[in-house]
């Protein structure tokens, strides 16, 4: 296939004067002349237009599972398209791939969540779930129980239902009102929140926080509790392994709704099927999406438990609520051609006994660098804090920000993509990377400290 030629300036004039990116400074968008654009991908790199190959440790937006350029991926779409290119779900109708789809992930979820319910984003599967769960209660008989407790710096969308559930004190500061009914609780972030403190004890104290709340609260108005595996966008936070446990078994002791977020975690992130797998919990609601169908089409869902499905199943009534492309065909198609992919290449297991551990033995290695503070992965996911003092938490400047930017800036220069929050560098590369490209992340992480350590230093 012929690559296409691209008008470069052209397209940045353009981009200054009509588009507006995802999350991003819109005047310093303006001042830099537009985005970079990024014209084309192939395995675990990016290309921009004006020719550089940049090593992708996002997967892009934690989402490219199998990797760029999947000719079987854009065959799965056409032959759809061909056949039936889209239809709903509103009138007693479902098309084949969306129900093999449905079937599928069922299967890989186990236990009690039989059933999926579609939609497009992590941020409307978000929502479906605080409609669902605020549904359940209230078909139950008990409509006051409509609290819905998560935690300070998750991340749940970018919605007003999905920001006002997230902990993202940055979007909180814009906007509002938000929506009711939405409690935060502490974050187990070890290393910020309890620096040289037992994780095992840090573990179970970050978790009964959401006792305490919930008691706060009143047992009898909490619908749910939600909070992603490992919190990704708020840094790559790995809790330690007695926190997922003790909130299940304080879900369980007050009967409310345990939600599982793995819109980042699910399809092999963290080296099982799904990231409630890994902490061994069973959650009653469970979101997904990127790595669903490793992006290359938008599409989402929600496991239902059984108890939930037949609650549902009770009202006699409809469940008002659903998206316009719930269930997707050509997405659906997308999805199970991915999966089938993610199963013919043992990518789970891969990542579970191959790279993962490869890349924690890479971290490990990085965090004796003097700039790294804590250098922690799990499975394909992991984040690098910058401290300005070795063996301390301490940032520089005193606050956290201008040292991971400037710290990622070097990195994309130097070929890399990561992103920075706050002080830390998080990365969640493809499934597919080889050992050859996780040294390159590492190798390129190490060089980039040691280039920034001036800038880094004049920041006091
Ligand atoms: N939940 C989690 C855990 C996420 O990481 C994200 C996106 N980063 C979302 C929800 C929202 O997904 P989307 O951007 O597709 O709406």
Known sequence: MALKNYNVAELRRLDVEHHLAAQQDHGMMRDIGGARIITRADGCYIRDAEGNAILDAMAGLWCVQVGYGRKELASAAYEQMLELPYYNTFFKTASPPTIELASKISGLLG?????????????????????????YWQAKGQPERHVIIARENGYHGSTIAGASLGGMRAMHAQGGPWVPGIEHIRQPYLFNDGFG???????????????QKILEVGPERVA????????????????????????????RKYGILLVSDDVI???????????????????????????????????????????????LRSVGDDFVHGYTYSGHPTAAAVALKNIEIMENEDLVRRTREDTGPYLARRMAALAEHPLVGEARSLGLIGAVEIVSKKGTNQRFGGSEGPAGRIVRDICITNGLMVRAVRDSLVMSPPLTISHGEIDDIVDIIAKSLDEAAPALAALG
């Open 197 to 211: 403190e037992d994780p095992r004890a840090f573990g179970e104290a970050a978790a009964d926080a959401l006792e």
């Open 265 to 311: 975690c699910g399809f092999g992130r963290l080296g099982q099927w799904f990231g409630f797998q890994h902490f061994g919990i069973k959650p009653d609601l469970v979101s997904m999406a990127k790595g669903m169908s490793s992006g290359y089409l938008p599409i989402s869902a929600v496991g239902v438990a059984d108890h939930i499905v037949e609650v």
């Open 111 to 135: 236990g009690n969540l039989s059933h999926v319910f579609f939609n497009s984003s992590g941020s409307e599967a978000i929502d479906t779930i605080i409609r669902m769960a605020r549904f």
């Open 224 to 251: 749910a509790f939600i909070g992603e595996p490992v919190q990704g966008a708020g840094g790559v936070i790995i809790p330690p392994e007695t926190y997922w446990p003790r909130v299940e078994a304080i879900c």
